[in-house]
Structures are given as structure tokens and as C-alpha cells.
């Protein structure tokens, strides 16, 4: 655990998956098994607002294919379960979410599907080839999201960790930049043909320089490109990536400065956040702090993103069953329908087959809808 305020313990932990084993975002109410933790694709810029407006390097977008339009959707939790239990036991410790749910998001209108994984069962020795049997798990439930339309996000769940060591520190053990790279450079080749896929380099990086994660990313993406994969990669900030944070410098140098240091030689990047609505941003509790938290929190960052003539999607977010949390889920998604020019569209968390009671799960129970869908689908 990092060396964290003894009230914050806790809500890290949930978020971690270290506690039950659980390997999820967005709060530590998370259900598993026993101990378990539509769209086109036509050419254009991303990385900027549509008008082309911007300076050529990573915040200038053009020629690959890439997102254009509005993608809202919903991350499909499972395979990131069960952390503490590797490799784990596939439907004991982990699940990949099956075709059911991608035609249930896909049937209401969601267009980006969310996926993550655990970068140590895809590849369980580093600078090694890829697990086959892991690998065609995720290329099963990717090649089916893409064939109803959807766009599949992968998501490697690490928090810029393997095997709970820093990537880029110099920790016994720590993978270096070098072998996250390596690691993107084997799997972006299985996708490099759907521009479909999008690569979201890594979920929610805390607890590290910012000027680490930025060498970090820039290994990552350079070895995307040079396996010869254009697909658009989503790219998130230090301190786990909170739109509300993106400026502030408690965690070192701002998100604001540090990532505007992204390079890919292709400049198809959108920068990806993530917020939640309860008093320390964790959603770890049921509780909304005000009706308009959401919103608030993300306007630093919407305005950094038009200062920059860059793009953003919200990959996580969630609220539980109540009114206050409700009126804060429709204010902040009425902010980001009022920026579509830099926001590309944003993933709810969360949905997955083994969520039970959880208070943020929009995973249909009995075949009814959850509350929280309603407000969703009014801002597709």
C-alpha cells in the first residue's frame, strides 16, 4: 500500500481490489464469486476538437481512422476480478462477461464498450509471448462487441502496477517502461485491423511521479505504432486520472503540464478521465456530495481540454439509487452534452455478469432495467 493518510486507507484499498480480492473500479461493494474481487469509423483527427484547430504534435489529430461523434457506453467488468488469485480460475476467480450483455448495452444504444483485464494474466511473464487461452477470451468477446456495432475499449486494470510493482520504478521486481511498451507491443498486432478497438493504455495510474507515467505512456504508444497499429489509444493522467484533480499539484506536477508531453507519431490520442461524486472522489460511498458535483468537478478539465485543443472521455463514473445522485449523474452528462467538441462520450461503472447488489451495477437483474439507465439513455 503507498504511504496514504490512515482515512484514506480504506477507499484505496476498495479501489485496488486489495480488499475480498476484489479487482474492480469505482468503489469496494463489489460482488464476485467467494473472495472474487455502435458507431463509424471514418477518417479524421483525434486528439483535438473537430474544427482542426491546434498545434501539430500529440493534441493535433489527423489522417488514421479514429472516433468521430459521440460514443456513450459502459464498462463490462469480469475479467479484472480476482487480483490477488493469479493466474485465477476462469468462471471461479474471473469472468469474462458473456455476448448477452453486449446485446443487451448494444440493444439500448450504448456504442463504447469498456473491457478490462489483468495485464498479468495476458501475459504472465514479461517480455514474453501473450497467454494464448487469455488472449482469445478477450478476442472473443472484442470481435462479437465490434460485430453489433459497439466499439471495444481494452483495458489493461493495473493502475500503472504488475504484480504490484511500479512500472518505470525502481522497485525489485518493477517492470520497466520498456516492458509495458513490449507488452502493448504484442497485443496492439491482434487488433491493429478493427479501428473499431480502441487501446486504453492503462486504467487509473496513482502513487508515482507524473513525469513517470508520461515516460510510461510514451513507451507504450511508441510501440504501438511500431507494430504498425493506428487504432485511436485513450490516454490517462496521474492520480487515478480524476477530471477533478487534473490540475491540482498535491500529487506532484498537475496532469495539466506533464501530459501535455504525450507524443504519437500519428496524433491519434484522446486523453481519458475518471470521476466520482462522493466527498473524497473514491465511489466508494452511496452519498453524492450536491447535484451538481459531477459538473463542477469536470470543468478545470474541459477548459484545459479547449485551452489545448485536445479531446477527453470520461472512462469511469458512477452513483447509486438516490436523488440527490441522480440529479448529479443528469447535471454532469448535460455538461458533457454541452462540450461535445472535446468530449468524445464516456463509460458508466459499471455492468458484468457477477456485480450482484452492487450500487453502481446497471447489469439488468430479472430482466429489469436499473434506475441509473434511465438517465443514461437520455443522453446518448
Known amino acids: 500500500m503507498p504511504n496514504l493518510p490512515s482515512e484514506r486507507l480504506v477507499a484505496i484499498a476498495m479501489r485496488m481490489g486489495l480488499l475480498l480480492g476484489l479487482a474492480g473500479c469505482?468503489?469496494?461493494?463489489?460482488?464476485?464469486?467467494?473472495?472474487?474481487?455502435a458507431g463509424r469509423a471514418d477518417g479524421g483527427d483525434a486528439g483535438r476538437p473537430s474544427d482542426g484547430?491546434?498545434?501539430?504534435?500529440?493534441?493535433?489529430?489527423?489522417?488514421?481512422?479514429?472516433?468521430?461523434?459521440?460514443?456513450?457506453g459502459t464498462n463490462l467488468s469480469g475479467a479484472e476480478f480476482g487480483s490477488d488469485r493469479l493466474p485465477g480460475v476462469l468462471g471461479t476467480d474471473y469472468i469474462y462477461p458473456p455476448h448477452s450483455d453486449v446485446?443487451?448495452?448494444?440493444?439500448?444504444?450504448?456504442?463504447?464498450?469498456?473491457?478490462?483485464?489483468?495485464?498479468?494474466?495476458?501475459?504472465?511473464?514479461?517480455?514474453?509471448?501473450?497467454?494464448?487461452?487469455?488472449?482469445?477470451?478477450?478476442?472473443?468477446?472484442v470481435t462479437y462487441a465490434t460485430s453489433r456495432g459497439a466499439y471495444a475499449l481494452i483495458d489493461p486494470h493495473n493502475y500503472a502496477r504488475y504484480r504490484g510493482a511500479v512500472v518505470g520504478s525502481t522497485g525489485a521486481g518493477a517492470p520497466t517502461s520498456a516492458q509495458f511498451g513490449s507488452f502493448w507491443g504484442r497485443l496492439a498486432p491482434v487488433f491493429a485491423t478493427d479501428p473499431r478497438v480502441v487501446f486504453g493504455l492503462m486504467n487509473e495510474p496513482h502513487d508515482m511521479a507524473t513525469e513517470l507515467w508520461l515516460a510510461d505512456a510514451n513507451a507504450a504508444i511508441a510501440a504501438i505504432r511500431a507494430a504498425g497499429a493506428s487504432n485511436v489509444i485513450f490516454v490517462p493522467g496521474n492520480a487515478w486520472t480524476g477530471a477533478h484533480s487534473w490540475t491540482d499539484n498535491?500529487?506532484?506536477?498537475?496532469?495539466?503540464?506533464v501530459m501535455l508531453g504525450v507524443q504519437d507519431p500519428i496524433h491519434n490520442v484522446i486523453y481519458e478521465v475518471h470521476q466520482y461524486f462522493d466527498a473524497d472522489f473514491s465511489g466508494t460511498h452511496p452519498d453524492c456530495t450536491s447535484t451538481t458535483i459531477g459538473s463542477q468537478s469536470l470543468a478545470a478539465f474541459t477548459q484545459w481540454m479547449k485551452d489545448h485543443s485536445v479531446r477527453g472521455f470520461l472512462g469511469e463514473f458512477?452513483?447509486?439509487d438516490n436523488p440527490t445522485c441522480a440529479a448529479a449523474l443528469d447535471d454532469m452528462l448535460s455538461f458533457i452534452d454541452r462540450n461535445r467538441d472535446v468530449w468524445v462520450g464516456w463509460t458508466w461503472w459499471?455492468?458484468?455478469p457477477w456485480w450482484g447488489n452492487y450500487m453502481f451495477s446497471i447489469e439488468p437483474?430479472?430482466?429489469?432495467?436499473?434506475?441509473q439507465l434511465a438517465t443514461l439513455l437520455r443522453h446518448l
Open 350 to 352: 459499471a455492468a458484468g
Open 53 to 72: 484547430s491546434g498545434p501539430a504534435d500529440a493534441r493535433d489529430g489527423g489522417g488514421p481512422p479514429t472516433l468521430q461523434g459521440f460514443f456513450p
Open 26 to 37: 469505482g468503489g469496494g461493494g463489489e460482488v464476485g464469486p467467494p473472495g472474487g474481487d
Open 103 to 141: 446485446d443487451y448495452f448494444a440493444g439500448k444504444g450504448f456504442r463504447m464498450l469498456r473491457i478490462p483485464f489483468l495485464w498479468e494474466r495476458m501475459q504472465p511473464t514479461l517480455d514474453q509471448a501473450l497467454d494464448p487461452a487469455q488472449l482469445a477470451l478477450l478476442q472473443d468477446l
Open 318 to 320: 458512477g452513483s447509486a
Open 365 to 371: 437483474a430479472n430482466g429489469q432495467d436499473k434506475p
Open 250 to 257: 498535491y500529487y506532484g506536477t498537475p496532469n495539466s503540464t
